[in-house]
């Protein structure tokens, strides 16, 4: 009799593809006595979001259309909140479109609706829905049965601190490309300052161009505004301001210095409001404190004779104090951690904020952040693994902050130059993104310290995980190593 072949749900149930939990799960699933879907939110409304107007669903009813339009200005803003209200909804599904939601969420939001502010990739993968009034009613529907997952949006101090580090960034990036475009008017010149100096934003060469704009001529009265601190002599800077001055470029270079000065007045504008937004924002007190180094081993103390190295503030960092706002206002220090400097933890605050208690664990803080590739699971196996194209400014700080531990020291610095000699530079960066994101959601959930303990630590580790690895495989051969 021939043995019959077992379906994938007993090959699940009885081999090592799902864990004790996740059986029951699916056990319970398939047992169950209705597979209908459930109703969620009965009282939902979908809204189809535009610049000109906004097209709003409910449930059906036989006295009043079921699709309404309203538009964008505040006056029908209000009126829609109004007829939502006799309408019966609760609860308020909508696509992140643009910025045109942000206004329409923020009254909603303040009329006592709950708000789902979904990702249109979500809700697109239904082809024939071309129309508005299709659009609303496919939203309402989705949200009615509990099918769409809200976005994650910081709290509203956060959002004013958001808005201000990001308009900070905006100019601090114009101003790096009008010191580019100084460099190119000198050289236009034939002006090879920039080969003198490592950056004509300092304070020499910002001196030599003010003098350059004011009259000076002169390549050795010019070299003497040499800072003390540069590394070029006097002849050098002195060799390098011969050219020939034209009076079109000399114009085009005073317009961009002009440039250069607002943004740079716009800049300390800037930090003068950041720094009331923040310290607006409450203290906060994580508890547990105890200090972990790496997440599977206990703390050991640093070594006697190595002292850590202090970081220097950031190039572009804000005129206050910083780092101290950041240690008050997320009850951690985010710079103890190698990679992770003023600016990085500022991002962090900015965008996400110091409570993550919207994100259960570490994995589900990586994926947000687009760091963890996604998996499409078919049958028990594994078809298709790939990397989700997130947009996301933390993830972005985070991989600048793992490629800078390439010459660090430290565990961590150890641990990239590891991932990045078995995995290549990209995949590197961004395994090590991910492993520092996992740190910081442990810092700011638990109140855990890091403690590095430096690179020659991890060394003996991986020397010692490679050892149990050939055992193993020697054993799997009828082997035994024999230490020479």
Not at 166 to 175: C, F, G, P, S, T
Request: glycine content about 8%; proline content about 4%; hydrophobic content about 40%.
């Amino acid at each position: 009799m021939a043995k019959r072949r077992m379906s994938t749900f007993e090959r699940l149930r009885r081999g090592k593809k799902l864990n004790r939990r996740e059986r029951r799960e699916l056990e319970r699933c398939l047992e169950a006595e209705g597979a209908e879907l459930q109703v969620v939110h009965p009282n939902a409304a979908g809204i189809d979001v535009g610049n000109e107007s906004h097209f709003v669903g409910v449930r059906p009813r036989a006295s009043e259309p079921a699709v309404q339009e309203f538009g964008s200005w505040t006056a029908d803003l209000g009126r829609m909140v109004e007829w939502l209200k006799s309408q019966g909804v609760k609860t308020v599904a909508m696509q992140s479109t643009g910025v045109y939601w942000i206004a329409l969420y923020e009254i909603l939001e303040q009329a006592g609706f709950e708000v789902y502010l979904v990702n249109a990739r979500g809700t697109k993968n239904l082809p024939g829905r071309k129309s508005d009034v299709q659009e609303c009613q496919w939203l309402r529907k989705l949200h009615t049965y509990g099918l769409l997952r809200n976005s994650f949006r910081p709290p509203e101090q956060i959002r004013g601190v958001r808005t201000l580090w990001r308009l900070r960034e905006r100019h601090v990036e114009e101003a790096g490309r009008a010191v580019q475009h100084m460099q190119k008017a000198l050289t236009t010149m034939n002006v090879q300052l920039a080969n003198a100096l490592s950056n004509l934003g300092g304070t020499t060469g910002l001196a030599i161009l003010r003098a350059i704009l004011a009259g000076e001529r002169d390549p050795r009265q010019l070299a003497k505004l040499r800072d003390w601190r540069v590394r070029a002599s006097e002849e050098e800077i002195a060799h390098s301001l011969e050219g020939n001055w034209r009076e079109d470029v000399l114009f085009e270079l005073q317009q961009v210095v002009e440039a250069y000065d607002f943004l740079q007045r716009q800049i300390a504008a800037c930090d003068l409001e950041l720094q009331k937004y923040l310290a607006a924002l409450p203290s906060r007190e994580v508890p547990g404190t105890q200090p972990v180094a790496s997440p599977s081993v206990a703390v050991e103390a640093r070594p006697q004779g190595r002292k850590a190295k202090a970081k220097r503030p950031s190039k572009g960092s804000p005129s206050f104090d910083l780092a101290q706002e950041l240690r008050r206002t997320m009850g951690v220090d985010l710079m103890t951690i190698d990679g992770i400097n003023v600016m990085t933890a500022q991002v962090i605050l900015s965008e996400i904020g110091p409570d993550l208690s919207a994100f259960p664990s570490e994995a589900h803080f990586s994926a947000w952040l687009g760091l963890a590739p996604q998996r499409d699971i078919s049958g028990g196996k594994v078809i298709a693994q790939k990397s989700r194209r997130v947009k996301n400014r933390v993830a972005n700080a985070l991989r600048m902050a793992a490629e800078s531990l390439s010459r660090s020291e430290s565990y961590l610095g150890a641990r990239y130059r590891h991932l990045r000699g078995r995995l290549g530079g990209l995949k590197a960066i961004k395994a090590m993104a991910r492993y520092l994101a996992c740190l910081v959601h442990r810092l700011l959930t638990k109140g855990q310290a890091w403690v590095d303990r430096g690179s020659a630590e991890y060394e003996r580790k991986r020397k010692g995980r490679e050892l149990i690895a050939l055992q193993r495989r020697a054993a799997d051969l009828g082997m035994r190593l024999v230490a020479a």
